[in-house]
């Protein structure tokens, strides 16, 4: 029984006002469906609405980054705060099996000796820092990749021999000096340490041609350093096939290579053996030789042919370099990367960067190193010898001639 307020009449009042309201906002969706519909032609079938918009992307990929977005709507809002390069790579690796881009390739050789070729993608972000390769920190609480802020490898794909060629000059073709370079790693490197590495030259080199890596099974521990040594003498041959093929198939009217620390033993083998067989003239522009861990002694055997296979030749050694230095200690020579006893031989520029800030153990100067990339992208540039280069100051000492590099 209703309270003695609650009259029957003003009960059936509020009630009677409420169903009308209900009913007026069924109305007005009736009504707005109905405007929507006849906007149309009654002869039109009604039209698919259209799709919601991708939602955001997650700021956090797994280390592999697997699962980095492919359609063109998804990459354009993506790659709104980074960039991603698309790097050309050879390598004599074995594959693992694994989907994840960065465990594709692991430190194995491969069994048949063929080099697998392909394309893979790597985030570059807008804030990226010359010389630097961002990576996690824990110290900034960062946990997981995210493109937007580190450099992270978002895709691996192999290509046939035709259909990687094909891209290569491609894109050698829409660059406007038509040029490539090739990218030879050192010891301690991962497949997915040298993806890094090479974006990262390219980008701040501002390169318009095609970065290509040639990728060694280095182990990729400092515990593999000898398993390194027997590794990167049995894939010269490889190297030296393939830097033929690129000289002849990418298009490109020139073609530069960077070696870097025991990258430099396959490259100058490589070199070697091409300037025997194809003397003049030369198949590739300019070589960078960065902290080489070569023994002085055979350096100077291959030097007197392998620099005729190049425009030019430059190389980097820095006192500073403590692995090239743990180096010596375990062989019992010099080794080419130690300015100490600098190692100057015709027909090359030897450059002593031990004045550059190095960092920590002084290694990866060519690519950490500002001053070194403006060097480099200087002399691919314009070709000028060390002499009208910045920063560039001679040094003569017991009849030979050398190059101090400043800040």
Avoid at 122 to 148: A, C, F, N, T, W
Avoid at 295 to 307: H, I, S, Y
Avoid at 358 to 384: C, K, P, W
Avoid at 388 to 406: N, P, S
């Amino acid at each position: 029984m209703l309270p003695t307020i609650w009259s029957r009449p003003l009960f059936l009042l509020l009630l009677a006002t409420y169903l009308i309201a209900a009913c007026g906002c069924e109305s007005r969706k009736s009504d707005s469906s109905s405007q929507t519909s006849a906007s149309r032609s009654p002869e039109e079938p009604p039209q698919a609405e259209p799709p919601p918009p991708p939602p955001p992307p997650h700021r956090a990929y797994p280390k592999s980054a697997a699962k980095a977005p492919t359609t063109t709507a998804e990459t354009r809002q993506l790659r709104a705060n980074y960039a991603v390069v698309r790097v050309f790579y050879a390598t004599d690796r074995m594959p693992t099996g694994s989907a994840l881009a960065g465990r594709f390739y692991g430190g194995s050789r491969a069994q048949n000796e063929d080099l697998q070729l392909g394309t893979l993608d790597v985030s570059i972000p807008r804030d990226h820092r010359m010389g630097s390769v961002e990576r996690p920190s824990v110290l900034k609480l960062q946990y997981r990749e995210d493109p937007e802020k580190h450099v992270v490898l978002l895709s691996v794909t192999p290509k046939s021999e035709q259909q990687f060629y094909g891209e290569l000059a491609a894109k050698v073709d829409s660059a406007p000096e038509k040029n490539a370079f090739v990218f030879v790693h050192g010891f301690d490197n991962t497949f997915e340490d040298a993806a890094w590495r090479t974006a990262q030259i390219s980008y701040d080199l501002h390169f318009q041609g095609a970065p290509i890596l040639y990728s060694w099974p280095s182990k990729g521990k400092l515990s593999g350093y000898t398993v390194d040594e027997a590794t990167i003498d049995w894939t010269a041959a490889h190297l030296e096939k393939f830097l033929e093929t690129v000289a002849t198939q990418s298009h490109a009217t020139t073609v530069h290579l960077i070696a870097h620390s025991m990258g430099n033993r396959a490259l100058t083998r490589a070199l070697a053996a091409i300037a025997a067989r194809h003397p003049v003239p030369p198949m590739f522009k300019q070589v960078f030789l960065a902290a080489p861990d070569i023994d002085v002694g055979l350096f100077r055997q291959l030097a007197a042919t392998f620099p005729s296979a190049a425009a030019h030749v430059t190389l980097y050694a820095s006192s500073r370099d403590k692995a090239i230095i743990a180096s010596e200690k375990i062989h019992q020579f010099d080794r080419v990367g130690d300015s100490t006893h600098i190692c100057v031989v015709p027909n090359i520029d030897t450059i002593d960067a031990s004045a550059i800030d190095t960092g920590l153990i002084g290694h990866a100067y060519l690519s950490d190193n500002r001053t070194i990339l403006s060097d480099i992208f200087q002399v691919m540039l314009t070709g000028e010898p060390p002499g009208q280069r910045f920063g560039m100051h001679v040094i003569t000492a017991q009849e030979t001639t050398y190059w101090a590099l400043t800040p």
